[in-house]
Structures are given as structure tokens and as C-alpha cells.
């Protein structure tokens, strides 16, 4: 298990940019794919952006982009380009293997709240 605590989130206007950072507690961090994902209300949690061990990356949204410090135990989301609609909370988490869906994620930060106004 990893424990992960994000940073960052906040009131920011539309059109700008905001990273995101996740403090992951493991010894084998670097073993570990991280992702993040969001939710806002009434609507299901969705992947953002994942990172795998060895740095590569996906998301499906260009403007949201995963990286990884493994010697800090730090992971982090870029995100550009800001819309009212990404306001969510966003969560980090980690898993063995990058994956799309979270059910493959075993680790969970409690989220940071991102709010974007227009």
C-alpha cells in the first residue's frame, strides 16, 4: 500500500494553468504507475491523466499531463488551459500497472479540490 497526499488545488480563473502535486509514502515508489483521476458532483470518477513506472504516458485530454520525480516520491499533474468544467475534485492514485480504469489503482489521496471560474 502507498500512502498519497495531494497538494495544490484551488480557485483559479478560466484559461489558466495549475499543477497538481501527489507526496506518495512507499519504499518502491518507482514500481508504482500513478494516475489521477476526477469527479465532480453527480458525475462518475474519471481518468485525467497516468503516468507508468518508467514515465510513460496517457490521457485522454491533452491539456492534463502526468509526471513523476521518483526520487522525491512525488508525482505530479500539469494542467493547462483551464475550463469551468474541469472543476472536480481530483484524486491521485497508484497502482502496479498503468491502466484507464481505477478499479487497477490500490491507492487513493484523499483529492484536492480544483475550481475554475469563468
Known amino acids: 500500500q502507498v500512502q498519497l497526499v495531494e497538494s495544490g488545488g484551488g480557485l483559479v480563473q478560466a484559461g489558466s494553468s495549475l499543477r497538481l502535486s501527489c507526496a506518495a509514502s512507499?519504499?518502491?515508489?518507482?514500481?508504482?504507475?500513478m494516475a489521477w483521476f476526477r469527479q465532480s458532483p453527480g458525475k462518475e470518477r474519471e481518468l485525467v491523466a497516468a503516468?507508468?513506472?518508467?514515465g510513460g504516458t496517457y490521457s485522454p485530454d491533452s491539456r492534463f499531463i502526468a509526471s513523476r520525480d521518483n526520487a522525491k516520491n512525488m508525482g505530479y499533474l500539469q494542467m493547462s488551459s483551464l475550463k469551468p468544467e474541469d472543476t472536480a475534485v481530483y484524486y491521485c492514485?497508484?497502482?502496479?500497472?498503468?491502466?484507464?480504469?481505477?478499479?487497477?489503482?490500490?491507492?487513493w489521496g484523499q483529492g484536492t479540490q480544483v475550481t475554475v471560474s469563468s
Open positions: 492514485a497508484a497502482g502496479p500497472v498503468l491502466a484507464r480504469v481505477e478499479s487497477q489503482y490500490t491507492s
Open positions: 512507499a519504499r518502491a515508489f518507482f514500481n508504482y504507475a
Open positions: 503516468i507508468s513506472p518508467t
